[in-house]
């Protein structure tokens, strides 16, 4: 009996086992059909493109896209252990760790230029200077599909209970500076050690924590590295203009009391959370993706401009999502007509919806965009997009070599400064040995 | 019938089946209520959130009660078409119930080899296939994966199912010590009656490994129910995820709020099978001791 039973299940496995083995292997390149494969995060606001694909192959019947996913943890992992096989994706872009420096020096990218002969960026309505982003030594490596930029998130139930102003959208509003913005701050904090009470002004997330300092004037990189593939040649911690930008940016939390400490921040939305959700931050500097699920938060919520800083020239970090081709890819050109497919307005319109709030970097359907908020004006969110991107930046992780690492320094290294636990300027020496160290190794 | 003397002193003095209250006994009982308490309020909050609206799961201070119990979170992971949860748990199970068939298959083979049979070089293998515990899985990675796609098997549940047909060389080394510590004698008499080496290893050496059996096949369905990085690397589309990637995939976006109630709901719902899994096979644990009882 238990003879017959062992081999049946014997039996049973091979079969399955030989029966998946045949599947698979199935030549994609019949009658010159070619497929493409979209690699990204799988979060509903990126996987939408599976629903465009019906549309596009029936407008290029040569053309089949794939999609393939993984979660946004791994995508880095999975992304270069496929690259390592061989079997990387056509198209994909930096929705990991890694950036667009990072990819380009370590030769995943192909060089588009070749296949833009007839491309230009004013028929899918895309300002020239996003377009240069992704451009190394005049040659393009990238073409923007998404502009995210820094918004002041603001909670309308608290400036309300605190009979403090909004603040404004506009700009160009010279009223509106770094001081009086800690000023509404003050008024809205309850420093209190009971977690139900306490609440907090602002929580200044503008940029990483490398870039942070860029707001008040002072760059942490020498000039040399947004220009030369992302290396910096020197490293300005020891500067005092840096070293004053730190401690203003950390005098939030311990002097003047008006940002949360990481401990309160943990412990009212997790680990990763983002404590403006909590309902306990009156105002918020952050990337624009956090009003994507604005819809659901609890309370009312504002959008309003970076105020005037110390530097005139960058108040915003913008964040422009491209797609690249990657150089092992076997149909540049297809996969290129498929990222052009994504930017034409009627496809960057129907995004918005589908993606559930994704901002285009097509700017005719970014009119559409601006009205896609529930009790946010289009008109204000307009505004606060067209200042954001004539005073800003472009985001550090894209343009810098090794970003993954260096952010990480910087993150461990300033933990003991919000901890409270540590002065900025015994810090700051620390992360400048060490990043030296860490420069000098990868880019030999 | 005689009749018996209540008053009479027992002939041995009956313990009071209470123990008197000391402080002692007080202190160590709330210390172990304390303990209690901390070691179920993560299970208390996976539990509570899952029971919560998408409104009431960002309240601060966090409920501890749902106000209204959103049961429709459990629904909606089988309903809600872009998260395939439903798809996700057969896909574990699948792989979780043929990785555990085709361990214990290859690994029982191999360790019954090993105890029983002795050649000059059985040591010496036997240490070879030992040292393939000391490699970290990232090291065969890469090549696993140039293997396994040149097959055709790329984004197919065959990568996850198939290696465990080929042994693992811890549950062979858990296996072949067990398989020791049965008796010759039992063989002796097993050949006596007749029985090939086959039957022997069948009918003899497997029943009465039912715990050390029991054992390889908890840790396998284990570590194949909790593996992350495989089926990350070998699957693509989200109808072939396995529950990790699945729950991993649930919050991978930094553009949008984690639904934690819809994650909480999943987490529960993959934490069955273990729990159930861990229940059936202990009773077969204790079983196999039992029969096992040769002196």
Redesign the interface.
Known sequence: M??RW?SA??CV?LV??LA??G???KSAEENGVVTITHYT???????FVEKLIPDFEKKHPNIKI?????????FD??LQ??I????GPDVTSQWGYGGFMEYYNKGMLADLTPYLKDFKASDYNIPENLMDIYKVDGKTYGIPLNSYVSVLLYNKDLFDKAGVAYPPTDYEDKSWTFDKMVENAKKLTVDSKN??EAQYGLDFGWGERDQRPQYFGADVYSEDTWTNGGKPSQINLDKPNVIDAYKQIYSLIWEKKVSPTPAFSKS?SGQFGDPF????IGMSAVGS?SL??SN???FKVGVAAIPQGPNEKVRSVLYVDPLFVLKDSKHPKEALEWIKYLITTEVQEKSIELS?G?PPVNQKAAEKYYASFEGIEPAQIKQVYEGAFKYGFESYNHLMDNYSQINELFINELAGVENGEKKVEDVLPVIQEKLKKLLDRVNK | MEQINLAAPAPVPVKSKRRPLSWNRIIGFILLLLVTVIMLAPLWFMVTTSLKN??EM????PTLIPQTFAWENFSELFTNT?IKFGQQYMNSLIVGV?AV??TL?SSSLVAFGFARYHTKVSNLMFMLVLSTLMLPYPAI??PQ??LF?K????????PL??PN?FGSAYMIFLLRQFFSSIPNELYDAGRMDGCSE??LF??LT??LAGPALATCAIFTFIWNWND??TP??YL???EN?TLP?GL??M???????APWNLLMAASILSSLPIIVLFTVAQRRFVEGIVLTGIK
């Open positions: 238990k003879k062992l299940i014997l496995s399955t086992v998946g083995c599947g698979g292997s995060i799988d979060s509903p606001d990126r996987t794939k999609v393939t996913k993984a979660p946004y943890e791994q992992s999975k252990s496929a390592a096989a061989k079997n977690l139900a009212v959700l909590s309902g306990k993706w994507a699920s659901n938060f609890n559930g994704n | 998408s409104k960002l309240a601060f201070p872009e043929l068939i085709g298959l990675m890469i994966f140039l796609t097959m055709g098997m790329h984004d197919t549940l065959l199912i198939l047909f086959f039957r069948a009918n497997l029943p992350l990085l990350v690397l693509d589309s989200q995820f990637v991993a995939s919050m991978s976006s930094k553009f949008r709020l």
